[in-house]
């Protein structure tokens, strides 16, 4: 049995690789297909290992990336919150789709937390977002199967190491 | 976290307590966004969240720093000799502007203090790179290298090689954040070259335009017209170029023209930055500071005797009443800090009351036993020309 602090490391790892490639800097062309990284990491730990994410954990993390990007304070938060409800309401049905079902799944969150995201921006009064705006979620979808299985992989690598 | 409800039939409760906490955390998110949008307590904690995730940028930074680097290494010698060229053309023709410029820079001094106009303010440049990280597109902010350890202060503007590009918003140790001009947020004060005619430039929200909204529809606006800064709101020093302007819409019936303009700045791919520090020379003007003040209370009196109040003369502080009574605009500003209660109510005696009041309220002073009322008190028994204060008391009698 693992302690409680080798459990979490998997976690922290690939969160703070997520929010370096999301602070990653992009040639400006490249710049509206990045794809949403710490979400993707977040969908994958709260299918596979549940009690690890919370909407708790998703809001601090929300609030990170709010500092670290410099938007407003609470707009990650919230998108990332209603994210992990979503993933946790749904998550019997979602863990045994097949991947593509899956990829399709991922892509309707996202898009949702783009509807949230253009909703918060046209509150503060913002021009509204151009339609490359709405690319990042189909590269993340595309991604996804292959961040999945990178991901899986090194879930069981580590706890291997971890000698369970 | 394990839910409490982990027992048989637990399943809705679960759901509920899931639902529960999804709407206090989306309660705080709003909440919070809401603060932050309206600026209260939350950019206090933003900047204190700054200090912790200062480490963050640094090492985003770093690994794009040692490609460029490497990249640097490589590239050819004839690359670099060719650029070597060019830079050294280009520092040629830069440096016959500028001796132009000085000669200019001259003239305009001499003109302005034939004028007794304001000596234009002298600045200084910092030089500050742009830390590579991409933050949140809908935030118009960017991340530069350089911190209140490099003596940044909040509110100095900053500009690149083309034109302005924003300024200093919030500082840290190592690195700040700059506004830049394109924010929906901020609004910048310009004038246009060709004519002179004032406005303001608001961001849009796109780094491509700013937005004009307060030019009037009958003005002499141009496509191409360079816009630059006004040195109005004190923020950004005067004559700093900020955008051309790209498209003009003249709708019937409207009373402003839609115009918008291109920033000059490369906003969204610039990589060096110029802070602009203002040179603060501190203490009132060389020719008051080198006197002494014997011999200015001599000119004072000289001043006085001849009738004449001079705003410069009211500096000593035996003098602070006579200023009073015949030059009262310039005593309120010029009396020192011991006198300046009593000054001030004759200050406020003299502006509110025909100047033959003046003497009664002298008369009342001296019962507060304060140092310039009893310096007056004497004039109305004494002969006039016992003092410099006598005879300026004196003098104002008269006058009134």
């Known amino acids: ?164 | 976290m394990v839910s409490p409800h982990s027992t048989v039939g637990g399943k809705f409760s679960e759901q509920t307590s899931l639902t529960a906490r999804l709407m206090l955390y989306g309660l705080l998110a709003v909440v919070l966004m809401a603060m932050d949008h309206r600026g209260q307590y939350v950019p206090r904690m933003r900047h204190l969240a700054g200090y912790l995730v200062e480490p963050v940028y640094h090492v985003v930074d770093w690994p794009v720093g040692a490609l460029r680097d490497v990249f640097g290494f490589f590239r050819s010698g004839t690359t670099l000799r060719r650029e070597n060229e060019r830079l050294r053309h280009q520092l040629l023709s830069q440096q016959g502007k500028l001796q132009r410029l000085q000669a200019l820079t001259g003239e305009n001094q001499r003109l302005r203090a034939l004028l007794d106009g304001v000596a234009g303010q002298p600045f200084e440049f910092h030089y500050a790179e742009l830390i590579e990280v991409d933050l949140d597109p809908f935030s118009h902010k960017v991340i530069i290298n350089q911190g209140s350890a490099d003596g940044v202060v909040a509110g100095q503007a900053a500009i690149d090689g083309a034109g302005v590009m924003g300024q200093v918003e919030d500082v840290h140790l190592h690195y700040s954040s700059v506004r830049l001009i394109s924010d929906p947020s901020h609004a910048l004060p310009v004038q246009l070259n060709r004519t002179g005619l004032r406005t303001v430039a608001f961001g849009m929200g796109d780094t491509h335009y700013l937005n004009l909204p307060t030019v009037p529809r009958e003005a002499d606006v141009r496509e191409g017209d360079l816009l630059v800064t006004s040195g109005l709101g004190d923020r950004f020093p005067s004559g700093y170029p900020v955008a051309v302007v790209a498209s003009i819409n003249r709708q019937e019936g409207q009373t402003f023209a839609e115009v918008r303009a291109r920033p000059l700045a490369a906003l969204d791919r610039g990589r060096e930055v110029l802070l602009i520090t203002p040179v603060v020379v501190m203490g009132p003007p060389a020719e008051l500071a080198v006197e002494p003040p014997a011999e200015i209370s001599d000119d004072a009196a000289e001043a006085t005797e001849s009738g004449v109040a001079e705003p410069a003369a009211a500096q000593p502080a035996i003098l602070a009443p006579a200023s009073t009574a015949t030059d009262d605009s310039a005593a309120g500003d010029a009396a020192p800090a011991e006198l300046n209660a009593p000054a001030e109510g004759n200050t406020a005696a003299a502006e509110n009351t025909p100047a033959e009041e003046i003497a009664p309220s002298d008369e009342i002073a001296p019962a507060e036993g304060s140092a310039a009322a009893a310096d007056t008190a004497p004039a109305e028994d004494n002969a006039p020309a016992a003092s410099t204060e006598p005879a300026a008391s004196d003098d104002s009698g008269d006058g009134a």
């Open chain 1, 1 to 164: 049995m693992k302690t409680q602090g080798e459990r979490w490391t998997p976690l922290l790892v690939t969160l703070v690789v997520a929010i370096g490639l999301t602070l990653m800097p992009l040639p400006q062309l490249l710049e509206p297909f990045r794809p949403y990284w710490v979400a993707l990491v977040m969908i994958f730990w709260c299918l596979e290992a549940q009690d690890l994410v919370n909407l708790g954990n998703a809001f601090a993390i929300g609030l990170l990336l709010d500092v670290l990007t410099g938007s407003l304070l609470g707009m990650h938060a919230l998108g990332l919150v209603i994210l992990i409800y979503l993933v946790k309401r749904f998550r019997a049905r979602l863990r045994f789709f097949p991947p593509w079902q899956q990829a399709l799944s991922v892509l309707a969150l996202l898009l949702n937390d783009r509807i949230i995201v253009l909703w918060i921006v046209s509150l503060k009064g913002d021009t509204l977002p151009s339609p490359t705006f709405w690319l990042a979620p189909f590269i993340s979808t595309l991604l996804w199967p292959w961040i999945f299985l990178l991901l899986d992989r090194y879930r069981g690598r580590a706890r291997h190491r971890g000698g369970s």
